[in-house]
């Protein structure tokens, strides 16, 4: 009896001492393990006598009892401080700075909307916006495309299913429903450009179903072709970086302006590379022309007192002419091997004063 106190407190008390889970299990294996003490004990109950077994037994097997929880006690107390301690070792803080392993990067077509908006801004433009999803009547109508007109067709617009009146929205096909809206919202003088996503059905090499275009429009009194001529000379020039670029005015048809036209500036490109503002070819830069005096209507100002010009022009192709991207379709590919290789530092944002590109 004194024995198997005397035992008891032995191993309990080594329990207790064991510092880690692999010192606990040494002391299991010396008490319950094949020669252990306890397991010693156990064994000795098969040769006494039926009485002695009677008395012994429940005394040996209440020890073992004891000696085991006192083992699960212990080792579930060690886990515990285990995990604790890798818990300790292993904290996060989560407001040190990132490890530079892979640096995020700005898109080159957001760079050069941020370039296009550094530009205007500086000449006084305003940013304005408007829904990806339009109405018929602000990408097309009041724009004096008329009902039905083929012009409606080259667009390639995706609609959506009719309402119940029969109304189809759309994804909008370029940013010049912006020009309505602000005609609509604002009181003229307006000098604004409109930067944003535009959708059309076309896929290849220059072509994507999204592609970003900026849009531009002036309106005030006395506006003419010189205005905007300036204007637009001027942009060519800050957005190429080159003071000597000649740009021509070649006679084109859009619906909403009247004359119309399409801005060319003059390239080289001998040996596959792109110099603008020399050389034999030219280079498509974007559309533009007199506002409509139809739009002007349909935006409820008077034609014989407000007049203005407008522009619009495809961001992506100007990024990849700008930058030498040549396929489109990679623009949209999310590759984080030609962002790394394309994209721009976050802290290379375009401004007047800072530079451009
Ligand atoms: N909306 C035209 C397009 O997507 C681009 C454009 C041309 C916009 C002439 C204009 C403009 O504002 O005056 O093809």
Redesign the pocket.
């Known amino acids: 009896m004194t024995d198997l106190a005397t035992l008891e407190a032995e191993i309990v008390s080594a329990v207790q001492a064991s510092a880690d889970l692999a010192g606990l299990d040494a002391v299991r294996v010396t008490v319950l393990g094949k020669s252990g003490s306890i397991s010693a004990l156990l064994k000795g109950l098969g040769s006494m006598g039926p009485d002695e077994r009677r008395e012994q037994g429940p005394l040996i097997n209440g020890l073992r009892d004891r000696v085991q929880a006192a083992l699960t006690e212990r080792k579930t107390a060690l886990e515990a401080a285990a995990l604790d301690a890798q818990l300790a070792a292993e904290r996060l803080d989560l407001t040190l700075p990132a490890p530079p392993r892979r640096r995020g990067s700005v898109h080159p077509t957001m760079q050069v909307m941020d370039e296009m908006t550094a530009i205007f801004a500086e000449m006084g433009f305003a940013v304005a916006d408007g829904p990806d999803i339009e109405d018929d009547f602000h990408n097309f109508t009041a724009?004096n495309f008329p009902p039905k007109h083929p012009a409606r067709e080259t667009?390639d617009t995706f609609f959506f299913s009719p309402n119940e009146a029969g109304e189809r929205m759309l994804l909008r096909?370029?940013?010049?429903p912006v020009?309505i809206r602000t005609m609509v919202s604002q009181t003229p003088p307006i000098r604004i450009i409109a930067p944003g996503r535009?959708y059309r059905k076309d896929s290849d090499q220059t072509h994507t179903p999204m592609f970003h275009?900026v849009?531009?429009?002036v309106i005030d009194r006395n506006i003419h072709m010189g205005h905007l001529k300036w204007t637009l000379e001027t942009f060519v020039g800050r957005f190429f970086e080159t003071s000597d670029v000649v740009t021509r005015f070649r006679p084109?048809h859009?619906p909403?302006?009247e004359p119309?036209?399409?801005l060319d500036v003059q390239c080289d490109r001998t040996g596959g590379e792109l110099k603008v503002g020399q050389g034999s070819s030219w280079l498509e830069v974007?559309?533009?022309?007199m506002?409509h005096p139809n739009v002007i209507k349909n935006c409820g100002l008077d034609p014989d007192e407000w007049q203005g010009?407008?522009?619009?022009?495809?961001v992506d192709r100007l990024a990849m002419l700008k930058y030498g991207v040549p396929d489109l379709r990679d623009m949209f590919a999310s590759d984080v091997r030609w962002l790394a290789h394309y994209g721009f530092s976050p802290f290379a944002a375009p401004s007047a004063a800072g530079g451009l590109s």
Do not use: D, K, R, W
């Open positions: 724009l667009h096909t370029h940013t010049s020009q535009t275009q849009e531009g429009l084109h859009f909403f302006t119309s036209a399409e974007l559309g533009c022309g506002v010009f407008a522009f619009g022009m495809g």
